[in-house]
């Protein structure tokens, strides 16, 4: 029994991980029956549920795939890492392949590292004019251990550094020897709004993430209405896919619901996802 | 219709075996001497096709009777009509699997 229980354990490995549960729960059923039935051969039963493996490659071939769309709405942390990470080796091999201007070199390429720390230093006080700070609140919880937080935090600064390396690589290659001081004016000017939005993105991505799984929070659904916000709130609230929690962001922002607020679900509620 | 063309012999001796009243995998199985790897696959891909659907047993009945809960397994409208085509294709079909009360509630 140990056997055949450990070879539908192992082919459940390949199965999908949404339909694992499922179909392992409708392995062991079957099992129990064909070894009722077959209680006099167990070899029998083995080649049964070898034939699993065969079952759980058929449904990890037919997994449906990810379209371009779902892709690139970065839904998982490592792919939205993955896709900053592409972008800044993209920027790098751009940045290393700028001739060198010998004397000529533009404005932009005189300490670049300077420029570039007085450029975050602009965006960075012209964000909070374009969005919230403020990641919400997060209540402890048995699920927002330290390793949690932490990885949460790691999500975010790395997402930032990569952010930075772009920017730095972007100075680099529009740092083009001969631009003339306007242009390379207008350049700068052009990054640093750039180098805005990126950092506006980071931030706005990060609260719409799950802070357990770290994944885009899913099915907005509008709750109540904006006249009863002296009784009620009304906002949007944002569900976990894999059941983690709920997120509640406000319309409009009061005295007693200031910022968005995350609720944790119980372990319980996971079985339905 | 693309469906209909497509299926295979062992597709519609699976399909008939559901509409004959075996109606989960083992039965299956058992009945059209198909090797388990075989008739799951083969149940997936019908069931991604629409052709049957499945549906898992009241957990209370199982317990009531000590045994693990079933997924049964169900012909849709569409696996129907793609049944009569089956049979029109493959005539020796119905002999080769008795029809058999369906034992499910």
Known sequence: ?273 | MAVESKLSHTAAMILHAIHAGYVYGFSIMEMTGLPSGTVYPAMRRLERDALIRSEWEQQSIAVAEQRPARKYYKLTRAGKATLEAAHKRYPLLARLIPSQEVETA
């Open chain 1, 1 to 273: 029994m140990k056997l055949q229980l450990a070879i539908l354990q192992t082919a459940a490995l390949v199965v999908p991980r949404q339909q694992r549960a499922e179909w392992l729960a409708e392995w062991r059923s079957e099992l129990w029956y064909v070894r009722r039935a077959s209680s006099h051969c167990k070899r029998g039963v083995t080649a049964y549920c070898l034939g699993a493996f065969k079952d759980a490659f058929f449904l990890r071939r037919t997994k449906p795939r990810l379209s371009v769309r779902e892709i690139l709405r970065l839904e998982s942390p490592f792919h939205c890492t993955a896709f900053l990470a592409a972008l800044a080796a993209v920027g790098a091999l751009s940045a290393v392949q700028i001739p060198s201007g010998g004397n000529e070199q533009s404005m932009l390429m005189q300490r670049p590292l300077a420029r570039l720390l007085m450029l975050v230093v602009f965006a960075c006080l012209i964000l909070p004019s374009t969005t919230s700070l403020s990641l919400g609140e997060y209540p402890a919880n048995r699920d927002s251990s330290w390793p949690i937080r932490l990885r949460r935090w790691i999500f975010l600064l790395t997402k930032i550094g990569l952010i930075l390396l772009i920017v730095y690589c972007q100075l680099l290659f529009l740092a083009d020897p001969g631009t003339s001081g306007l242009a390379a004016n207008l350049r700068i000017q052009g990054l640093l709004w750039g180098s805005i939005y990126a950092f506006r993105w980071a931030l706005s991505d990060q609260r719409k993430r799950c802070p357990v799984c770290l994944r885009l929070l899913t099915n907005p659904a509008q709750i109540g209405q904006p006249a009863h916000n002296f009784l009620e709130w009304s906002g949007t609230e944002l569900i976990c896919a894999r059941g983690h929690g709920l997120l509640h962001v406000p319309e409009t922002p009061t005295s007693w619901f200031d910022t968005q607020r995350w609720l944790y679900l119980h372990p319980s509620w996971r079985d339905i996802f």
